[in-house]
């Protein structure tokens, strides 16, 4: 069994929510489930992230892959969770390594080829995360 958390946020009541995405790959049959309230952009993020990581030149895990959004009371909606779960994906492999001690937030929408693209819907959750003094990755190419 392999683990790993990314932090990202949602809004949610006008507010923004702190959401953990925990990862855990077991041996079984090849499946990735979502649990954690997610919404329709977010149930469908495993296709693209299965296709950006092939894309990106890693593996995609052939065992069975839970992802757990946290807390799990609230609707997670957007495209934004797809680098967070991509990473999380990849760090429970055990692919790359988390290298940093500090907290980090990950907000990205992965496109099929493997690029990061952004939206200027995400701007109230990277304030907010600015607001909080929490070291960010998001995408350069922040568009309309």
Not at 47 to 66: F, K, L, N, Q
């Amino acid at each position: 069994m392999s683990y790993s958390q990314i932090k990202t946020r949602c809004e949610f009541n006008g507010t923004t929510q702190r959401v953990a995405i925990e990862t855990n790959i077991r041996t079984g049959n090849q499946k990735c489930t979502i649990i954690g309230m997610p919404e329709t952009q977010v149930r469908e993020s495993i296709d693209r992230v299965s296709s950006a990581i092939i894309a990106s030149g890693y593996s995609m895990p052939e065992d069975h892959i839970t992802i757990n959004l946290t807390p799990g009371n609230i609707p997670k909606r957007g495209c934004h969770f797809d680098l967070a779960i991509a990473l999380g994906i990849l760090l429970a492999a055990k692919q790359i390594k988390k290298n940093c001690k500090q907290e980090i937030e990950v907000f990205g929408e992965l496109r099929l080829d493997g690029k990061i693209t952004g939206s200027k819907d995400y701007m109230p959750l990277i304030y907010q995360t600015w607001l909080d003094q929490t070291e960010l990755i998001y995408p350069k190419n922040i568009e309309p």
